[in-house]
């Protein structure tokens, strides 16, 4: 090819690779962001049921974790649950968290840009807040 040819072709890359990193910028951001962060400030261990649920109760993610005492947990999020993150209805989760086998305490949270959700155990309790990278 002569340079006449690869010098038209620049730009028309330039826009293509453009257009590729805009489509697939917000995937690489929110992939890296976890799922969940659990923090057990207690002095012993529980167990801990984690359902994470979309508003047409379709169940994208459900585990049981057993953790150790004054335990920090980062969970990740696949790819397929990445997906059904930005396709849940009205952009709401509801996390539905079970500490030793009692009631579940359930908790709608927004999603948004850098969102993830945090849960805390102290002196037995459990909280559920969400929060932000961004």
């Given amino acids: 090819m002569s340079s006449r040819k690869i010098t038209r072709w620049?730009?028309?890359?330039?826009?293509i690779l453009l257009i590729i990193a805009i489509i697939l910028l917000?995937?690489?951001l929110d992939k890296g962001?976890?799922?969940?962060?659990?923090?057990?400030?207690?002095y012993e261990p529980h167990s801990l049921k984690v359902?994470?649920?979309?508003?047409?109760?379709?169940?994208l993610?459900?585990?049981?974790?057993?953790?150790?005492a004054r335990e920090q947990l980062r969970i990740e999020r696949e790819l397929s649950t990445f997906i059904k993150?930005?396709?849940?209805p009205k952009?709401?989760?509801?996390?539905?968290?079970?500490?030793?086998?009692?009631?579940?305490?359930?908790?709608?949270?927004?999603?948004?840009?850098?969102?993830?959700?945090?849960?805390?155990i102290e002196k037995s309790n459990l909280s559920i807040d969400s929060a932000t990278f961004m």
Avoid at 61 to 68: A, D, G, I, P
Avoid at 85 to 88: D, K, S
């Fill in 33 to 42: 962001l976890p799922l969940y962060y659990i923090t057990n400030e207690d």
């Fill in 91 to 120: 952009n709401i989760l509801e996390y539905r968290v079970t500490l030793d086998s009692n009631t579940p305490i359930s908790k709608n949270l927004t999603v948004s840009e850098g969102f993830y959700a945090y849960i805390r």
């Fill in 85 to 88: 993150i930005r396709q849940a």
């Fill in 26 to 28: 917000p995937y690489v």
């Fill in 51 to 59: 359902e994470v649920i979309t508003l047409s109760n379709e169940t």
């Fill in 10 to 15: 620049i730009p028309v890359l330039f826009v």
């Fill in 61 to 68: 993610y459900n585990e049981t974790l057993n953790l150790k």
